[in-house]
Nanobody, 124 residues
Framework: QVQLVESGGGLVQAGGSLRLSCAAS????????MGWFRQAPGKDREFVAG??????RYADSVKGRFTISRDNAKNTVYLQMNSLKPEDTAVYYC???????????????????WGQGTQVTVSS
């Protein structure tokens, strides 16, 4: 099991940027596919971005604005979020899944380890 702690959330105006971090402990992240999901009030938790050895993949709603990256030496995954929109407002969660393919899964139920989440609020 890997323990995940997100940070970097906050309040930002539309058009602004934030960088979320997900620090892992207990296991080395190089063994895992990593994903970022988000959940807005009253909505299901949805896939945002994922990274595996084949590279990153993104939800259509964030493609071209968000970038996922990982630093295995620091055991940390990042989500750089640019050109933020009010509809990006949500709690953002980091998730881990033992590596199983070329690209990270977009399915929430495939991920076994989750962080506690960090709030991102984008004002208009």
């Amino acid at each position: 099991q890997v323990q995940l702690v997100e940070s970097g959330g906050g309040l930002v105006q539309a058009g602004g940027s934030l960088r979320l971090s997900c620090a892992a402990s207990g296991r080395t992240l190089s063994m895992y596919d990593m994903g970022w999901f988000r959940q807005a009030p009253g909505k299901d938790r949805e896939f945002v971005a994922g990274v595996s050895w084949g590279g990153g993949r993104y939800a259509d709603s964030v493609k071209g604005r968000f970038t996922i990256s990982r630093d295995n030496a620091k055991n940390t995954v990042y989500l750089q979020m640019n050109s933020l929109k009010p509809e990006d407002t949500a709690v953002y969660y980091c998730a881990a899944r033992l590596r199983s393919g070329m690209f990270a899964s977009i399915q929430r139920d495939d991920y076994k380890d989750w962080g506690q989440g960090t709030q991102v609020t984008v004002s208009s």
